[in-house]
């Protein structure tokens, strides 16, 4: 336990599971074989069953973006443009248009969706 101003305190932070609730500092994973995610800074430890419980993490994964051709140099391949939704473009008429959403306002919005025309490149916003 962390030693603060000659008392001895079991959680002196209010904070999020994936920090030690008696220095502050980041918890690490817990080593390959082990369950326990020991702090670096002091001797506070904790199963990483309890303390990870209904945390969900998630990455990204790239692919790679290049492709070998036997009897070809590399080749580039097309930039993925996000997922194609059944709608036409206002400017061609095109069928199908890739889009992708973000929130560019405050959290109690709605979230902006922008669609791209794969045909003439023309770009549409909507604001939900």
Known sequence: MCE?????????????????????SILPFPKPGT?????SLCPYGVDSRTALHDIV?????????RKKVRGQAEVTTEKDL???????????????????????????EGQ????????CKH???EYS
Do not use: W
Not at 5 to 21: D, I, K, L, Q, Y
Not at 82 to 103: E, N, V, Y
Not at 112 to 119: A, D, G, K, L, N
């Open 4 to 24: 603060m101003s000659g008392e001895t305190s079991h959680e002196v932070f209010t904070s999020s599971r994936e920090f030690c609730p008696q220095c502050g």
């Open 35 to 39: 369950l326990l995610m020991k702090c």
């Open 57 to 65: 993490y998630h990455s990204y994964l790239r692919l790679n973006t």
């Open 82 to 108: 996000g997922p194609l939704i059944d709608r036409a473009c206002a400017k061609c008429g095109h069928d199908g248009l890739h889009f992708h959403t973000r929130q560019t306002r405050s959290a109690d």
């Open 112 to 119: 902006t969706v922008f669609y791209f025309c794969p045909s």
């Open 123 to 125: 770009q549409e916003i």
